[in-house]
């Protein structure tokens, strides 16, 4: 197989999914709709399957935390309370010969990955230089090359940071004209002003026209629950700290829509807010930072590909601000947020609603708001993290039937959208019915399929092609004695288990306890 780039890789993934019945472009018959894309038969299992990891995690694994599931219309005056009808913009830019628009700050921050990308290279080619002797803290600190970058990009770094703070569009603007960022289509720096843009989704609610309230598509879910939180504690009896956890989804006319569904104009998230007592928000800041860290990392996903990155500019609510982000083939990118958001959202609900938001703490003997730690995680992100991480294209020796390389999804196994496959060897001696039998066994507990066309290599091929983690063949000693081949995804390999004992083999291998032990 000839070595291919990342960009490469990540088109044969886009392309897998649509092959396999994972991800489909939304409404294709007539042509789709720009960032918007359906689930198919397998993306919807492996979907579901993330959902239960997190909520279990949740709700299973923390006695101090209960799920709710809020509606996704909400009152207007929520989104004037939260902030998101005042500040929740885009800074965006247009080109002027091509007509396209793009995010100012994406802009730049491209412009500095560049720089960054400088800096890698002259380090890649100092390492092959210099071989096992190459200091490469030695060499980022002291190359001229690399310092000269290095400033320059630090000081696009402070002014952009200062531009953003003070939401200052010129000095955006201006930036961008002395980085001399061009457009990439028509490669001119004809730009236009820079201009804020909401990011809600407006619709009408009641039938009247003139009557009708403009209402929101909920831009992130977390309102839901702080409009609930009095709710919530009341009926559950729920004392400081406690939790709520919700997933749904969430709508945002993303300007700049790309990278397939890493950002998408409908999309789901799964969150939960943390309400704890105010001045101990910063040690629960990090409880949650690391162990949601532990959640990623219990999936069994090597750790140098995850990183934490400290925000910069922090959002209106925030006082502390961390992502998770994953190395996606595209570079690290953020796939989960955890934000100490203060006392800002209840207290600005209890503002514009009127009503009194507060908590009596019987410890203190003393009410007041609570602070909040966010954990914030996007389904589709995660989905699109397994993906990237499990595709793989190898040599391998034929099996069956089939060539030297095959295309696998290396999906954690508790996560895999089908858990086993039953194969008869040959359709016939009884073989079929056997399988067949295995597989009304086992449905109640796990997702199998039942598969007898092709030869076996090519069948084996297939599941790998889903991620699918064993492959359970039914041969001719099976019906001697009551034993099948099981086939391992990863390592090919194959071993001979009592049929009686399967229920046992499988769920050891494929529940989702032991990921969650692991957190
Ligand atoms: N309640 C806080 C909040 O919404 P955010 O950082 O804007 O914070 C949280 O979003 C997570 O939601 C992100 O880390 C990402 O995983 C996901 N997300 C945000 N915008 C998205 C989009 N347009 N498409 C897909 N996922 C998105």
């Known amino acids: 197989m000839s070595t291919v780039t990342q960009e490469e890789i990540f088109k044969k993934l886009i392309a897998h999914c649509k092959e396999y019945g994972f991800i489909f472009p939304s409404s294709e018959i007539y042509d789709g709709l720009s960032a918007v894309y359906d689930y198919g038969q397998y993306g919807v299992e492996l979907k579901n399957n ?10 299973l694994l923390n006695e101090n935390i209960v799920g709710i599931d809020a509606a996704i219309f909400m009152h207007p005056r929520t989104w004037e309370a939260s902030g998101h009808v005042g500040a929740f913009n885009d800074p965006l830019i247009d080109n002027k010969d091509s007509k396209k628009r793009y995010r100012a700050d994406v802009l730049i921050e491209e412009h500095l990955a560049k720089l960054e990308a400088k800096i890698e290279k002259e380090v890649e080619k100092a390492t092959k230089k210099f071989g096992s002797s190459f200091d490469r803290q030695m060499f980022v600190t002291t190359n001229a090359r690399v310092l000269e970058i290095q400033k320059e990009i630090d000081s696009i770094r402070t002014r952009f940071v200062e531009a953003l703070e003070k939401t200052d569009l010129n000095a955006l603007r201006q930036i961008i004209l002395d980085c001399e960022i061009v457009c990439p289509i028509s490669g ?13 989704f407006e619709t009408k609610m009641g039938s009247v026209a003139d009557e009708a309230m403009t209402i929101y598509l909920r831009p992130e879910t977390a309102q ?28 945002r006319n993303e300007i700049v829509a790309r990278q397939f569904i890493f950002r998408m104009r409908e999309f789901e998230q799964m969150e939960m807010q943390f309400f704890v007592r105010p001045g101990t928000e910063l040690d629960w800041f990090e409880v949650w930072k690391e162990k949601r860290l ?3 990392l219990a999936m069994g996903i090597d750790p ?3 990183r934490f990155h400290k925000h910069d500019k922090l959002a209106h609510y925030a006082n502390a601000a961390y992502d998770i982000e994953f190395q996606f083939p595209f570079g690290f990118k953020e796939v989960e947020g955890i934000h100490s958001r203060t006392d800002f959202d209840l207290g600005n609900h209890a503002k514009f609603s009127g009503k009194k938001i507060t908590y009596f703490d019987p410890e203190l003997n003393q009410s007041y708001v609570p602070y909040v730690i966010e954990t914030s995680i996007g389904v589709d992100r995660m989905v699109l993290l397994i993906l990237a991480n499990g595709y793989t294209e190898e040599k391998v020796d034929k099996e069956d039937g089939t060539g030297d390389e095959r295309v696998v999804l290396r999906i954690p196994p508790a996560l895999a959208p089908v858990k086993l496959a039953v194969l008869p060897l040959v359709k016939k001696d009884g073989l079929d019915e056997k399988a067949r039998a295995i597989v009304h066994k086992l449905r109640y507990e796990f997702n199998c399929q039942y598969d007898e066309k092709d030869s076996i290599g090519r069948r084996y091929r297939r599941q ?5 983690p064993y492959c359970i063949t039914v041969d001719h000693q ?17 071993e001979r288990v009592p049929i009686d004992g399967l229920l046992r083999y499988m769920g050891e291998k494929v529940s989702l306890r032991s990921m ?4």
Do not use: C
Request: aromatic letters at 14%; proline letters at 1%.
């Open 50 to 59: 993330i959902k239960k990891y997190w909520w279990d995690s949740m709700i």
């Open 188 to 200: 001119t720096r004809n730009w236009t002003e820079v201009r804020q843009f909401n990011l809600m």
């Open 224 to 251: 839901g629950i702080f409009v609930n939180f009095l709710n919530v504690q009341k009926s559950g009896r729920m004392k400081i700290p406690f939790g709520i956890a919700q997933i749904g989804k969430a709508f």
């Open 294 to 296: 532990r959640w990623h």
């Open 304 to 306: 140098n590909k995850y």
């Open 464 to 468: 790998d092609a889903i991620g699918t």
């Open 478 to 494: 099976t019906l001697q004695d009551d034993t099948v081949t099981v086939r391992d995804r990863d390592t090919m390999q194959q």
């Open 516 to 519: 969650l032990e692991k957190i």
